[in-house]
């Protein structure tokens, strides 16, 4: 069955970096696109970025956009989030998702939480 497996949220300061991780299984991960969700308190999902199979054609949310990288190793199963320059806005629960929309995902993780204070 589908898995996903997220990693790497934590608590830094605005202007901070963090780097997400997804570790992926039960799909053929090579062929998905694949994407990075967000949840802040008490509002909707969000799509921040995905990324096709072969990592050549990328979206952003322009919120995100040139602050945040995504990418994915295909040899490990893997997506990645690169966080820079982070704003306190960016506090949210974090998932990666697999067949999703811009508001919702088939599947996806139990997340990571990602907190921006100073």
């Known amino acids: 069955q589908v898995q996903l497996v997220e990693s790497g949220g934590g608590s830094v300061q605005p202007g901070g970096s963090l780097r997400l991780s997804c570790a992926a299984s039960?799909?053929?991960?090579?062929?998905?696109?694949m994407h990075w969700v967000r949840q802040a308190p008490g509002k909707g999902l969000e799509r921040v970025s995905y990324?096709?199979?072969?990592?050549?054609?990328?979206y952003y949310v322009p919120s995100v956009k040139g602050r945040f990288t995504i990418s994915r190793d295909n040899a490990k199963n893997t997506l990645y989030l690169q966080l820079n320059s982070l704003k306190t806005e960016d506090t949210a629960m974090y998932f990666c998702?697999?067949?999703?929309?811009?508001?919702?995902?088939?599947?996806r993780g139990q997340g990571t939480q990602v907190t921006v204070s100073s």
């Open positions: 039960g799909f053929s991960f090579s062929n998905a696109w």
């Open positions: 990324i096709d199979g072969s990592g050549t054609s990328i």
């Open positions: 998702g697999y067949i999703c929309s811009s508001t919702s995902c088939q599947y």
